[in-house]
């Protein structure tokens, strides 16, 4: 199967401070990426999907100021949370398309904002 | 109507048994098809897609597709304790191009 990777896979940061989550495909190219946040107990949500070499698109709700996403290659995107709050704190998941559709996630990472 | 429906369950099989998990969709036009398994605490892991109408089978796994009624099912047999997840159902969606929507997810408890 595809394999998509993510790091960190846990950060704790204090509030007001920037966390950057990395997430590569890495056996083969994804044009497109997405990013998801779940809070416990709840299903995934869709952040937004990120096109290599363009800008991302943004879900309704999520501030893009807040979450900067940056595609800049085939296999690399990554997500920004800018001045972290701790309503912040989540499980922050990507994803990448190894066939159009077919999404292959990677193992997220937990971010606690204290 | 939401897009992408399932119950939530909890569904309670016992070991050995079948476990049935259903999904129900709103786009007729809608292509391809997707169930991710989902251990607590972790992320999402795909174990079948299914494009076409029919019955598709991977080991213990079986996806069934049928468009004109708009659902997607999943049949785990012999179900064991390790199958104990929450059972995503994918779909994609005409969405300006489209999009895949998750459905909310299946509970399923394996009792030993």
């Known amino acids: 199967g595809a394999v998509v990777s993510q790091h960190p896979s846990w950060v704790i940061c204090k509030s007001g401070t920037s966390v950057k989550i990395e997430c590569r495909s890495l056996?083969?190219?994804?044009?497109?990426m997405f990013w998801y946040r779940q809070f416990p107990k709840q299903s995934l949500m869709l952040m937004a999907t990120?096109?290599?070499?363009?800008?991302?698109?943004?879900e309704q709700g999520v501030e893009k100021d807040k979450f900067l996403i940056n595609h800049a290659s085939l296999t690399l995107s990554t997500l920004t949370v800018t001045s972290a709050h701790p309503e912040d704190s989540s499980f922050y998941i990507c994803?990448?398309?190894?066939?159009?559709?077919?999404?292959?996630f990677g193992p997220g990472t937990r971010l606690t904002v204290t | 109507q939401k897009e992408v429906e399932q119950n939530s369950g909890p569904l309670s099989v016992p070991e050995g048994a079948i476990a049935s998990l259903n999904c129900t969709y709103s786009?007729?036009?809608?292509?391809?098809f997707f169930w991710y398994r989902q251990y607590s605490g972790k992320s999402p892991e795909l174990i079948m897609s299914?494009?076409?109408?029919g019955d598709k089978e991977d080991g213990r796994f079986t996806a069934q597709l049928n468009k004109a009624s708009q659902y997607v099912s999943l049949l785990i047999r012999d179900s064991q304790p390790s199958d104990s997840a929450t059972y995503l159902c994918?779909?994609?969606?005409?969405?300006?191009?489209?999009?895949?929507?998750f459905g909310a997810g299946t509970r399923l408890f394996v009792k030993a």
């Open positions: 994803s990448a398309d190894r066939v159009p559709y077919e999404q292959y």
């Open positions: 056996d083969f190219q994804a044009t497109t």
């Open positions: 990120s096109n290599e070499g363009s800008k991302a698109t943004y």
């Open positions: 786009d007729r036009g809608s292509q391809s």
């Open positions: 299914i494009y076409s109408n």
């Open positions: 994918a779909v994609n969606i005409r969405a300006g191009g489209f999009k895949t929507i």
